[in-house]
């Protein structure tokens, strides 16, 4: 019916009464005017923006027109100079919404399986301007309509462009949207073909009314004046057209058509609107067989081309190939094309028979023949190619899976299917999909994967795995697919969606034909109510199915093609949220194939073993953590393990859980077979066929397997978990620094895209980031206006700015790295000082730039000299360049003045600015309009201009520094332009993105661009003429070193002066790394020398070395050929100093003077050297041997001659030499802690008989110290420091030994061959110089204490033999001292020039070491015993230039920071940059090098007659490398002059700490051993089992509480945010609590109860763990459950820090103390603030005492609860308490007086509470023996401790002390009271008299003291140092 009524045809502006607008609808500038030419109203829509200027039928979107004709006619006329938009949506038979859109907007055709997108081509009218003057091809035709643009009627055949473009029938038109700019007359459908120009009689004389054709209606005709033709007036357009155009790309007047009313045949004939389809012929073969074979033969060959004959011509004319006439074309195929006209084109059509592709190439007959020339494209095609992704998700983090032959990971990110190669990360994509991939599945065999997206238009796609290939794609008819999976014979493949109603929808296809013809059919599909998150296939049945999801399991089967369910029985476990399920992988063959077992785990730790047969629950289990066997005991909590996935085979069970962990089950689940922890939960696990790697996947991004047969775990793969926002390249270390919206700074490894460093920033989201140009660091903007800049190296932040107000937009170092420049969405840029630190703001401006965020994130940009910086500013309108030193104005360029149109409706505004290479001096501008605007950067004069670089606008700019290509992103993809636009087709585009791009940018060497958005993509780029990189994958070790031409090497030379190519300093190695050897110096006639003016035959002349060369002008060098060789001596250059031997005597004479032996120096070329200088303004110091106990006398004056310097030329001093240097930056330099506390002059020592407390352990281990660790296995000896102490600890007893007697940090450790005596050495503190201690390890006595240098020491080392001990001072001092060890006297001593960071003797030899230090000094040392006196004689090694210039600009930044001999004359140094290299001690020449880590390399540890070298880096890594043909490589070096490749140099296992390392020591097997970090942590390391326990740790940070809970407990806080739980039997740590970015001040726990209390019947006595209640800076207050292990409450009742805590005796309240004088009474049981206290209001509260006795009548009051609390002031508050019914009052107030200025002078002034933190705290203590006393200590008159009686209102007595207390506790027996004081004393007093004893140790000021419940220990707390002493009174 609904067909009759739209017959002929139905007027749609008529029907819908468009007039009225109430069945239609209009937006924007919509009105009806009146047209000249046809002579009647039309509508006009217009408006700059097609999206909000349209007329829509029917009104809504959601309502359908429902017209059913073929045909629609539109007659319309586009607006000149404008673009219009026209979208047709029409719906297929089976209801597939098709949207058509066709618009002079689209430069060419696109099509998916839902849109068409079809260009519009405007043809002028005949003899105007716009005709003579258009292009010939259609592409230039394309764009703006012209000004003489004709009315037009369009007729588009629905039927034909659906059957031909997407194979599906034409159902109806569901709505029309006409969209500005356009005139339009009306709207028709009909299923007639209306002809112009002829009338109804000849239609019907000519047949074409019966077969649908008419002559156009009355409604439909134009205004056509009499005498004129319609063709000259109006345009005709059948779309698509029976003319040989094919394929149908565009809509267009079909040039070869002529509407006429002539009588003449058109051609192509009337009534043929569409190309017509050829009805198939029907072959009768009822024929003999011979005929039938020949009938056969007659249809197969192929058929003669049909000749078009409308003239005879008798003869043709003779055709030579040769001929240059234009008429004749040879093409690539040797055919020949001859045309008659000049003028017409000429196409070539090609077919590939192997594609299957047909190519028409459209070319013009004067244009050379050779096809090539025809269009000039970019080149190479490609130029680019995706090479690795790093993304995981996207959809979800569920999806990873095994390839069958398990050597490739198959994964999803957003669109792209990845599958990655497990063993070196080489990826292959699978691309095609246009949303997120949602799931996976894989066949049994590996040969078909499956993969669906998410989204309303929901397809799946089916791959051949090994050739990547697309089988088929076909709808899921679900709109959110969600799981898959594929059978194993992979013939049938089921997945689960929702439906339109949000309903779970399960559906089974019929895969088997799909591998032959493409085709998918749906076997069954089924709705259901109940929730579905897994399923799975059965693999015995195809047609067997089981699903899991929220309460249920269900088996579905398919039978009769219907899909029917059965629920499983969960009886009492009905409520559970099962996550996956898998088949029992083990079948017996007398089974039947379908008694098999389902396991589904929960998210409450369950395990159903469900019967498929019986369809029941066979058995249920329940899995419980189990404690970690390789860490300390902890709290367990009991609760079951939430399961989020698992996989099964025939051995074990796999699981993956919230908790982060990976286990490893049986499958009974007994017990733990293996387990690995994650940083986030795990929710994918995929066992190898094999069974023996684990692939897991967790939320947090990362993909990691596990290796059952080596317990070891590989993390493949990190990854951000949200949109990536902006990137950076640092060219020195090949790393990119990323910010992403998941609130991370992530730092990559650009080779391998491992990553290096995270930073998080869980408050701020970081938006903008830039790497400074030579140093490890980086700049990083916040949305939040805040710019921070990170040290990556040491992972600290160097400064933080909060200049802006809105989002960082832009951030920028110039190339000279002087400045910092950034800028907000706000509208201000600032300017920051670079050079120095703390990047101090120098400039300042508001509203300097354009407001808004769009322009993130790179709204600046800085030119290549470093002098200017460009942004878009003031307004969005204009650009302005400013002067890179002052951001003052220098060119302001208006972007509106270079609009393409003068009368457009849009002005034009500036999106992104970008400064051209240097080499081109062009400022890039890119427009809102799409348009990229070339400017001279010095006057801002337009250059060029290109239009429409992207459709929806460009998100980011670069171009490589060779400033010939550019590349541009925008509309999801990358396009990579001809910077100068000189060829015909200037661009390829490459898709992959399935979000916006955010940023891309070149690589500095130009073999890589790295695109950012949804992940981080790298493509490999291949423009700069060089083969790509090759994929290495992740290797273990990579050199950026610069390979050698082969002729020779070039020795290390100075970076002053000369430039730096980074050309191949980022290139990859392909091989060994192979160092640079340092020429032999049997040659002296190239040496630079300077001539001295002496003619003396004792002259001496200096070689210069390093900078001191390159210092010097050509007039001061000379070059003398036939001059004799002169040896090599070291002059006084500051990178060679001259050394000396050392008088052993206190006085110097004239005859020492005269026999005084000059330094010899060592060679490594047999070449006799010149005896050198002796001397360099260090003088022997006469050392200072002392016994245990120094006299007063000897403090400070140390005996030292004068120094005597002899030169051979008497010259004077070089003053250089004396110069002080400033701190290294390595790691590896000692720097001590800053300390302003000194020990106390004045003390009262006990003898040991009498003391009344002994140490007896100390808990933690000195980070900050170098080497300060020594473990020997055979002795047993364990040693380590702490603070100023060292330790000697019983690894099986747990006791120890302690050796006091150093008064400074204690820096280092070395200890003797034959393990008697034991060093350590400290810097000088006060009056007492630096020690350097030698203890008897037996006795642990000090046997002597030396003293030589005047600063810090910062390494120690025996000889072989044990008879010498070298001992080197830190930066300030550089003095190397050689010691006798026999009689501890000074045998030699010698200044460096630069700073020395290790020492090592030769193993080999007794008087050899070498050092290294700063700026890559390696030296070389002999000690000369041949002599009368013993002389040090020393040769400075040849760096080779590799080392140092491989990630470093600048070569004096590199450090050699450690060494270590190995065997057969190798040792091994390590750098700062992770560099590690190997010397031949022979020659003393590097032989091989290569970057054995990412970061400063701070430990080698190496034993004799092992093959195992140990490295310990600053990147928290510990490394195992196999030594195996080291030698063999050394001896290649020597017979080649190619350095041998590096075989055996494999690193067989890697170990992560918890810091970096600082000291190690192993065994002789290097298999077990202990290593230290800087985090205050000893672990025991076990190569063999591959595990690490903590032996000792502490906190990093000032310890600020303590406190204790029961007889076994006790906790401790600091101000890194750590709590941690203590046992108090063992010593050790148990449990600790972290918040991060906060600072614990203090902790108490609640009060112990039994379970007797709780439970008075109950026959069992079980103790319960006391809560812990802990107080932030912030002002909040956690409290967490030890039991469970866990925060159980938060509550936040201050607004300031919290100073002081405590609990009430009942445990009902919290009381807490804050920073400014308010006291809150909070509740543990609701968390809510009961009452708030402010009489102290304006003092910090000191401290909080609640005493655990009631009042009594004695005292004066009567009261459940007693509790006083002091503040700052010295005020003291004392109250009773009944918390059971909220009463609180207080009973008594004390004041306390004190002097009007504090301890050090300073004025107090009144109301100033700054002043307090140079006061001692006020303390109060209730006195645990009388009720009615309180002790009180404090600022006051004088020093004294006072008791004040509650009863009498007064102090009934004081107790005078020595120094001001810090800390005050009371032993709960009563009879001592110990107090700590800022001069490092523990002081024990007597209660009663007053007498007292000091107690040393500590390092710092003693800040806390406390007994224990029991009062048999007390323990004491300097900075983070916790001394427990036993108490023997």
Known sequence: MSKIWQHPFVNLFKHYHVEEWKKSSKEGEVMPVMDKTLKCTVYRISGSIPAGNYIQLPRTSTQSLGLTGRYLYLLFRPNAGKYFVVHLDVVTDDDLVVRISFSNLFKEFKSSSTWLQLPFVCNAAKDSVDHYTAPADKQAKQGPAPNSTKWTVLVLDFQYILSMYLNRKYAYLKNVRLCANLMVKNLFTSDMQYEPGISLKKAKDTGLLAHGVAPIPREMSFHLPKGDNWCDLYDYIRFPTCGSKVPFDSIQVAVSKKVSSSPQKPNPPLGMLSPQRVEPKQVHVDKKADERATLMGNITKPKKERKHRPKVTAELPAVHLSSKDPSVLVGQQGEVHVFAKDKDDVTLHRHDHKSGLSTSTKVTTGSPPMSKQFNKTLKPDPILALRRIVGFGGFSTTEAIWSMDGTHIIYPCHSVVVSMDASNGVQKFFLGHTDKVSCLAMNGNGTFLASGQTGRLSVVRVWNFQSGQCLAMFKTHVHSLFALSFSVSGRTLCGVGKDGHGKNMIVVWNTSKVKRSGDVDVLAKAHTDVDIVRVRVAPFDDLRIATCGRDNVRLWRVRSGQLRSAPVNLGDYHVAEFTDLCFEATHHPSRDPADRLILACTRSGHIFEIDHARVSVAHVRRLLPVDKTKEKSTFRSGSGISLNCMCVNASFCATGSDDGMLRLWPLDFSSVYLEAEHEGPVTAVSISNDGLRILAGTTTGNIGVLNISTRSYTTLMRSHTDQVLSFSFDPLHRNIATVSRDRTIRVWDVQTLQQLYDFSTPQECPCAITFHPSLQCFACGFESGCVRVFNIASTSLVAEHREHRGKVTGLAFPPNAQYLYSCCSMGSIALYDASHEGYQVMRLLGNAVAKGNQYAPDMLSVSGDSKYVAYVGPSEFTVTVADGKSLDEMLRIDITSMGPDVDQAVIDTALRVYFSPLKARQLLVVTTTNRLLRLDSRTGRLMNEISNIHRSGCTSIDVPSNCRHLATAGDKVVKIWDYHMRLDINFQVFIGHSEAIKKLMFSPDMLSLISVGEAIFVWDFFGTGREPAPKEGRSPTKSFLAQNDGKGSTPFRSPVRRSLNLGNSLVPRKGAPKPTTPDKLDDFSTMHMIQNTDSDTGQSAEVLIGADLESRTEEEISTTENEDAIPETLGFSSRVKPHRRVHTHSTTTEEDEDDLVPVRLRSSNNVKLKAGIAGDNLMPKTSMVTDNVRSKDNIGNKARPKANIVREDNSPPDISSMELHNKPSTHRHFIRRENDSILAQRRYIAPPNQAGLKLKSVLGYNGNGRGNMVWHADAGLFAYTSGCVAILEDLNTGSQRHLIGHVSEISTLALQNDCQ?????????????????????????????????????????????????????????????????????????????????????????????????????????????????????????????????????????????????????????????????????????????????????????????????????????????????????????????????????????????????????????MDIGVVGTDAGTLWYINWVERSCVRLVSTHTMKITDLAFGGQDLFASSSEDGSVRVWSLSEMEQTVQFQIQQQSCNCITFSHQLSQSAINPDSSTQRAVLPKLFAGYSDGTLRVFDLGKVELVLKMHPHAVAVTAIATSADGRVILSGGQDGLIAVSSPATGMTVRVINDHKGAPITDIKVSMKQGDDDVGFKSPSVWMAAGADRRVSVWTADWSSDKCEMIDWLSFPAPAFAPDGTIIKKGETSVFDLLPPSLVQFSPIDSDTIIYAGYGMQKQIQFYSLSQKKAARTTAVTHWPTSIDVSPTGHVIATGSTERLVKLMDYTEGSFQDFIGHNDAVQLVAFTPSGKLLFTVAFNEIFVWEVQV
Not at 1406 to 1420: P, R
Not at 1479 to 1508: K, P, Q, Y
């Open 1317 to 1565: 005596t034991l060093a350590s050495a400290s810097g000088a503190s006060g009056l007492t110089s630096s020690q350097i201690c030698l203890w008897e390890v037996q006795g642990a006595v000090c046997k002597k204490v030396l003293s030589y240098h005047d600063h810090d020491i910062v390494c120690l080392a025996f000889s072989r033999d044990d008879r010498f001990l070298i001992s080197v001072g830190d930066y300030r001092e550089r003095a190397i001292v050689v010691w006798n060890i026999m009689d501890y006297s000074v045998i030699a001593a010698s200044k460096t020039a630069l700073p020395v960071h290790s020492v090592q003797w030769d193993p080999y030899a007794t008087n050899e070491f070498a050092t290294v230090g700063e700026k890559s000094t390696m030296l070389f040392w002999l000690l000369d015993e041949t002599q009368e006196r013993y002389n040090l004689n020393v040769h400075e090694a040849t760096i080779p230039h590799e080392i140092i210039a491989s990630k470093q600009r600048v070569q004096t930044d590199v450090s050699l920071t450690c060494l270590q001999y190995g065997g057969d004359s190798v040792l091994f140094v390590g750098t700062s940059t992770g560099v590690l290299s190997a010397w031949d001690t022979r020659h003393n020449t590097c032989f091989m090098h290569w970057e054995a880590e990412t970061s400063e390399i701070g430990v080698l540890v190496c034993r004799f007659g092992s093959s195992r070298l140990i490295t310990g880096s600053c990147s928290r890594n510990l490394r195992l490398w196999s030594m195996y043909g080291v030698g063999e490589l050394r001896l290649a070096a020597d017979n080649i002059s190619n350095q041998a490749s590096g075989k055996g140099l494999v690193m067989e296992d890697e170990m992560p700490l918890d810091g970096a390392v600082v000291s190690a020591s192993f065994d002789d097997t």
